[in-house]
């Protein structure tokens, strides 16, 4: 049975940062491809960042040369370093594990596996 489990989150001012981690049992993130998702209060899930297996990435725009995600397949660990945070990066952010190839990475149906969450709230 795999868990996908989400560390790092926090409260935290505007303009600081934070790691968020993402690791997993019964799942091996090596040749997998993955993503970071977010979630504000009365908002929908958004797609945050992505890697690919062999480790492109790509960012939500509002995001771009803020956030950079990387993966250690050795750790079997995601990251997402979040910098210059703003308040409106405030939300429950998760891990999205194994993505399925055909589709696009912003569509959260194309993930096998979630993590439960992990919160960033960004203070004013």
């Known amino acids: 049975q795999v868990q996908v489990v989400e560390s790092g989150g926090g409260l935290v001012q505007a303009g600081g940062s934070l790691r968020l981690s993402c690791t997993a049992s019964?799942?091996?993130?090596?040749?997998?491809?993955m993503g970071w998702f977010r979630q504000a209060p009365g908002k929908g899930r958004e797609g945050v960042s992505f890697?690919?297996?062999?480790?492109?990435?790509d960012y939500l725009d509002s995001v771009k040369g803020r956030f950079t995600i990387s993966k250690d397949n050795a750790k079997n660990t995601l990251y997402l370093q979040m910098n210059s945070l703003k308040p409106e990066d405030t939300a429950m952010y998760y891990c999205?594990?194994?993505?399925?190839?055909?589709?696009?990475?912003?569509?959260?149906?194309?993930?096998?596996?979630w993590g439960q969450g992990t919160q960033v709230t960004v203070s004013s």
């Open positions: 890697i690919t297996w062999n480790g492109v990435t």
């Open positions: 019964g799942l091996t993130f090596d040749g997998k491809s």
């Open positions: 999205a594990a194994d993505f399925m190839i055909g589709g696009n990475w912003r569509n959260s149906s194309r993930y096998r596996y």
